[in-house]
């Protein structure tokens, strides 16, 4: 082993988290700008109707608007739609943030879509995505709190499906909370907290959001939540420790500790039998390292090397991974950090040799999409700003996990 490789530390892995998108869900900003529409009948009208909820003042071009329409603009929901009984021309589209259309003519829906492109305005034209540069999905609305379901356009029904069922499942409460976060992003921002500090603020501001919908968010609520943040941040700048079993390698079978110490976590420890789908609900800045046939000694002195340095670390156990001994526990506690264990549920059976070798290991989707990166060659906290790892034994360790 040369003086080099002795220097080397794990490498954090960036994987990327996102999978291929079909449509990339964008929210606008549509307050006070101008948005065109032009056809007539009920879909043209409900795409007025949510423009302007939006904030958009409308101009709809029909020449003969149907009931739908004039009702509408008679009661626009939030700005103006003003309906203008004409055909539409290409001058129209100046100083438009958006254009809709909705044509029975295959040719006009043609023209509308060229004359809106040509004008560098996005535009979208009903039942025509040949023609749309982005498309309406169906909403939840907990306005501020708004979610968007697409499904490319290849089932709209299903999507309409999915958004009855989280209708039900987001109690309409939760837009109060959301526009508590609103008033309250301000103060938090210029309340003297680090950044980890305003991040465990809002954190624990979710959990109490998500415990108490339909309670009305009071400023007693705010101070209490920030005095607590404030409390907790010098142990918090310490750093912390948690143990997550992954349970029978199920990410639906991830238990709800196990899932808020994944989204809060800094640096995630993984080992080969990880299955993929789990890291999908973690945090997505956190930077993962693969640590599956590192010696435990050298393990737990990561752990603590990290901890000390102020992250949140969590060790992610696969099926079959050893756990952690009481003395290895003891010595993160002894080296005065706190460490958490959160065992995963226990497997109804053994998983059979063939289901154990369909299993897709998570280094070896790593290798195959390019995820894993070498050990570098600059010491880790050069590198990522980590504290210097331990020498030799570690890097020759970590090093072999680099290689699957």
């Not at 959001?209 to 007693?220: D, K, Q, V, Y």
């Amino acid at each position: 082993m040369c003086a080099v490789e002795d220097r080397r530390d794990p490498a954090p892995v960036h994987p990327p988290r996102m999978q291929a998108l079909a449509r990339l869900p964008i929210f606008l900003a549509l307050a006070g700008k101008r948005a065109l529409v032009a056809g007539n009948g009920a879909p043209v009208a409900w795409k007025a109707e949510l423009l302007a909820a939006a904030g958009a003042d409308v101009a709809v071009f029909a020449e003969r608007p149907c009931e739908e329409l004039r009702t509408i603009a008679a009661k626009a929901p939030r700005a103006t739609i003003t309906l203008q009984q004409r055909a539409w021309q290409n001058e129209d589209f100046g100083g438009a943030a958006v254009a809709v259309g909705g044509f029975e003519d295959a040719a006009e829906a043609e023209r509308f879509s060229g004359a809106a492109r040509a004008a560098g305005v996005p535009v979208n034209v009903i039942d025509r995505p040949a023609y749309c540069d982005f498309s309406f999905g169906a909403i939840v609305n907990r306005s501020p709190l708004v979610i968007g379901i697409s499904t490319d356009g290849a089932a709209p029904v299903f999507g309409q499906a999915i958004r009855a069922r989280l209708e039900t499942m987001i109690p309409r409460g939760f837009a109060r909370w959301a526009e508590a976060a609103h008033r309250w992003r301000q103060a938090v921002q210029s309340s003297g907290l680090s950044a980890s500090g305003r991040r465990r603020f809002w954190q624990a501001f979710a959990a109490f959001a998500l415990s108490n919908p339909r309670r009305e968010p009071a400023a007693a609520d705010f101070d209490a939540l920030l005095r607590n943040t404030e409390d907790q941040a010098t142990a918090a700048e310490a750093g912390s420790i948690t143990l997550v079993g992954a349970g029978p390698g199920d990410a639906e079978l991830l238990t709800l500790r196990a899932v808020r110490a994944l989204q809060s976590a800094d640096v995630i420890l993984i080992d080969d039998l990880l299955a993929p789908d789990i890291l999908d609900v973690a945090r997505r800045e956190a930077k993962t390292v693969l640590v599956g046939k590192t010696d435990k000694q050298d393990e737990v002195a990561l752990l603590i090397a990290l901890a000390k340095a102020g992250r949140r670390v969590v060790r992610l156990k696969g099926p079959g991974s050893p756990t952690f001994s009481r003395e290895e526990i003891a010595a993160c506690r002894g080296a005065g950090l706190t460490i958490e264990v959160v065992p995963g549920v226990a497997a109804a059976a053994d998983r059979s040799e063939t289901e154990r070798n369909t299993v897709e290991r998570v280094s070896d989707r790593v290798k195959n999409s390019g995820r894993l990166a070498p050990i570098p060659e600059t010491p880790l906290r050069a590198c990522c700003g980590w504290p210097a790892a331990r020498p030799a034994r570690r890097a020759r360790a970590l090093r072999s996990t680099s290689r699957g």
